[in-house]
């Protein structure tokens, strides 16, 4: 059973940093695109990051890009996020999901829970 | 960037009709479509894709269709755990910009 878990969620200053971890199962971590997506409260989907399977293409939402740093430890099946420069309108349930096999241009599934990042002083 | 826009906003459908959700592109992303469900307090859950196939899992009453900038999510008859918020994504656009959502549909009982 494919399973991703989020963590490392809190609430953050404006202009500090935040890492997201996403530890996953269930499936061979080190074949899969991961993503991350966020969803601002009350809001609607929007993409962040995408890491091909051996972490050497990275690609980024222009809103975040310069800022957040995307990464992976297959040896760990983890995905990361390092968030710097945080701002207002960073805040947002951050969801990992898993992509193609091989492949970048894929749909998301699945999805995990989410984990929360608050930025407010 | 490519613009995904959704309409209806909100859609009012009783329970046993039919829902159609309407999900254009600003240009072209072939097939390469994807349909989201989400509940409230739930993460998204993959319904469509390649613009019409479904996902593992997924019943029979959900069916997508379309290409190029125009695509269709149909519910032939709705059950009460069909009402949620749908989203369409396109996952096409190389390099920037490869996946955009649209704004969503909220789906709602009538």
């Known amino acids: 059973q494919v399973h991703l878990v989020e963590s490392g969620g809190g609430v953050v200053q404006p202009g500090r940093s935040l890492k997201l971890s996403c530890a996953a199962s269930?499936?061979?971590?080190?074949?899969?695109?991961m993503h991350w997506v966020r969803q601002a409260p009350g809001k609607g989907l929007e993409w962040v990051a995408v890491?091909?399977?051996?972490?050497?293409?990275?690609y980024y939402a222009d809103s975040v890009k310069g800022r957040f740093t995307i990464s992976r430890d297959n040896s760990k099946n983890t995905l990361y996020v390092q968030m710097n420069s945080l701002r207002g309108e960073d805040t947002a349930l951050y969801y990992c999901?898993?992509?193609?096999?091989?492949?970048?241009?894929?749909?998301?599934?699945?999805w995990g829970q989410g984990t929360l990042v608050t930025v407010s002083s | 960037e490519i613009v995904m826009t959704q309409s209806p906003a909100t859609l009012s459908v009783s329970p046993g009709e039919r829902a159609t959700l309407s999900c254009r592109a600003s240009?072209?992303?072939?097939?390469?479509l994807a349909w989201y469900q989400q509940k409230p307090g739930q993460a998204p859950r993959l319904l469509i894709y390649?613009?019409?196939t479904r996902a593992t899992g997924i019943p029979a009453r959900f069916s997508g269709s379309g290409s190029g900038t125009e695509f269709t999510l149909t519910i032939s008859s709705l059950q009460s755990e069909d009402f949620a918020i749908y989203y369409c994504?396109?996952?096409?656009?190389?390099?920037?910009?490869?996946?955009?959502f649209g704004q969503g549909t909220k789906l709602e009982i009538k």
């Open positions: 999901a898993r992509g193609g096999e091989w492949n970048l241009l894929n749909w998301f599934d699945p």
């Open positions: 269930g499936f061979t971590f080190s074949s899969h695109t």
């Open positions: 890491i091909s399977y051996d972490g050497s293409n990275k």
């Open positions: 240009q072209s992303v072939s097939s390469s």
């Open positions: 390649g613009a019409s």
């Open positions: 994504q396109q996952y096409n656009n190389w390099p920037r910009g490869m996946y955009t």
